[in-house]
């Protein structure tokens, strides 16, 4: 029975690949498949017990730095929304550590990368025509529908373009243990897939990963093959045009500017875990849009923890450099260079993909000074979050929220109202005011 439920615990990802609407950056969340999940999670970290001694000292140092903001939080319900995330994180990387059923694991990526390809389009063909004649889109909505750009069952192109690179590296990696041309058309259609969500910074890291590849497996094709990088750019660009990419890259500037304005007034510990949101509209410029997260793990990290957050940054990029000898490295580069320039590692449905596979292929080569001190903090640091991710379902955040549908009136009408209403009422809350710095 054990066996059936270690070889079968891969499908755990259906919940987060099938509706992975609700562990995207929404403020309002659906708190009883959140409570169904964590009971999921619960039971198979229940069969993978021994594993939990298996965390490496650096995600503990990791994941427990971000537990110092409990103390200092203005709104201690946004930090258990992300304490919720970082649990997810560490209890899927003890419980897929060092699985032995990698082929399924990756037939089951790879399985839904083709049911989502299918799927963008029928999008193409029905769902946006006839969401175009809606009423009931936001502006940034309809702005996605206008570009053409899809996402599948995802809420966001570019988190859809996050899980279609992992399938695209899963494809290769697949080809070359198998030999089959089979996934070589899975790495086409992806690449199809990819163009169509017209991501720029998930195919420029597509492009980097294929350079990187090619260098490193098929050198003397190198230079032969660098030409198709161009085609590629080209057939890009000619779908999403270059000025929509630098109206992209300015507000996306303007983020990154904000988030460090909040760092540089809290440089010692940050605002803490998830309070950027909180923040955000005191420190938003005029020209940008408006965001929940600071779309970069760094700059959200230094925004959050302010020094804490570089010894955050440190320590996964650690985890990374101890992997330099794993046949997944260029897999792990990619991902991480996406973390840092978007808001990926703050969303579960698709970052869930980086720890499975970090856990699946993790190479422990260093010695380990003090084990059983590292396994009472292995299983102290699994307790806290638990607990944490408990009080996640039962704190003030939704209650709150809900408190204030009442007074809302229309804008509970319109998502993107909504949002904004809903931080200028915590800004009064905190702060009494709704001054923004230009």
């Known amino acids: 029975m054990l066996n059936k439920i270690?070889?079968?615990?891969?499908?755990?990802?259906?919940?987060?690949?099938?509706?992975?609407?609700?562990f995207n950056s929404i403020l309002i969340s659906y708190r009883d498949s959140f409570l169904i999940y964590l009971g999921i999670i619960l039971f198979f970290l229940g069969f993978s017990f021994k594993n939990?001694?298996?965390?490496?000292?650096?995600?503990?140092i990791?994941?427990?730095?971000?537990?110092?903001?409990?103390?200092y939080s203005n709104d201690t319900a946004l930090s258990l929304q992300h304490y919720f995330f970082f649990f997810i994180y560490i209890a899927l990387f003890v419980i897929f550590y060092k699985y032995e059923h990698k082929e399924k694991l990756y037939k089951v990526?790879?399985?839904?990368?083709?049911?989502?390809?299918?799927?963008?389009l029928f999008q193409k063909f029905y769902i946006y025509p006839y969401l175009q004649n809606s009423t009931l889109l936001t502006e940034n909505q309809m702005g996605v529908l206008e570009q053409n750009r899809?996402?599948?069952?995802?809420?966001?192109?570019?988190?859809?373009?996050?899980?279609?690179?992992?399938?695209?590296?899963?494809?290769?990696?697949?080809?070359?243990?198998?030999?089959?041309?089979?996934?070589?058309?899975?790495?086409?259609?992806n690449i199809t897939a990819l163009i169509f969500t017209k991501t720029f910074i998930s195919f420029g890291l597509l492009l980097l990963m294929f350079l990187?590849?090619?260098?490193?497996?098929?050198?003397?094709?190198?230079?032969?093959?660098?030409?198709?990088?161009?085609?590629?750019g080209i057939i890009f660009f000619s779908l999403r045009s270059l000025s929509s990419v630098i109206n992209s890259l300015n507000l996306r500037y303007l983020n990154y500017r904000t988030a460090y304005l909040i760092f540089k007034d809290n440089p010692i510990i940050g605002v803490g875990v998830n309070n950027f949101d909180l923040?955000?509209?005191?420190?938003?410029?005029?020209?940008?849009?408006?965001?929940?997260?600071?779309h970069s793990m760094v700059l959200q990290s230094l925004a959050d923890l302010g020094l804490i957050g570089i010894l955050f940054i440190y320590f996964f990029i650690k985890i990374i450099y101890k992997q330099l000898n794993s046949k997944w490295i260029v897999f792990y580069i990619i991902i991480?260079?996406?973390?840092?320039?978007?808001?990926?590692?703050?969303?579960?449905?698709?970052?869930?993909?980086?720890?499975?596979?970090?856990?699946?292929?993790?190479?422990?080569?260093?010695?380990?000074?003090?084990?059983?001190?590292?396994?009472?903090?292995?299983?102290?640091?699994?307790?806290?979050?638990?607990?944490?991710?408990?009080?996640?379902?039962?704190?003030?955040?939704?209650?709150?929220?809900?408190?204030?549908?009442?007074?809302?009136?229309?804008?509970?009408?319109?998502?993107?109202?909504?949002?904004?209403?809903?931080?200028?009422?915590?800004?009064?809350?905190?702060?009494?005011?709704?001054?923004?710095?230009?």
């Not at 996050?162 to 070359?176: D, G, N, Q, R």
């Open 6 to 22: 270690n070889e079968y615990k891969v499908y755990i990802l259906i919940p987060f690949l099938g509706v992975p609407v609700l």
């Open 52 to 60: 939990i001694k298996k965390i490496p000292w650096e995600m503990i």
């Open 62 to 71: 990791l994941f427990s730095l971000p537990l110092i903001s409990l103390l």
């Open 109 to 120: 990526i790879l399985f839904y990368s083709v049911i989502l390809f299918l799927y963008i």
């Open 150 to 189: 899809y996402m599948a069952t995802f809420s966001l192109p570019n988190i859809y373009s996050f899980f279609i690179l992992t399938a695209i590296y899963v494809s290769y990696k697949m080809y070359k243990i198998k030999k089959n041309y089979f996934y070589l058309f899975l790495i086409l259609i």
């Open 212 to 232: 990187i590849l090619l260098y490193r497996d098929k050198r003397k094709y190198f230079y032969y093959f660098s030409g198709l990088v161009v085609i590629m």
């Open 279 to 294: 923040h955000y509209m005191a420190y938003k410029f005029k020209e940008a849009n408006i965001i929940h997260n600071a």
């Open 336 to 438: 991480s260079l996406y973390f840092f320039t978007d808001m990926m590692f703050y969303v579960p449905s698709v970052a869930i993909l980086f720890w499975i596979i970090l856990a699946t292929n993790f190479k422990n080569n260093s010695k380990v000074y003090n084990y059983r001190i590292k396994t009472v903090c292995s299983y102290l640091v699994i307790i806290i979050y638990i607990t944490l991710s408990l009080f996640h379902f039962t704190n003030p955040d939704r209650v709150f929220f809900n408190k204030i549908k009442s007074k809302m009136g229309n804008y509970k009408n319109n998502n993107k109202n909504y949002s904004l209403f809903i931080t200028n009422y915590k800004l009064r809350k905190y702060f009494g005011n709704e001054n923004s710095k230009k």
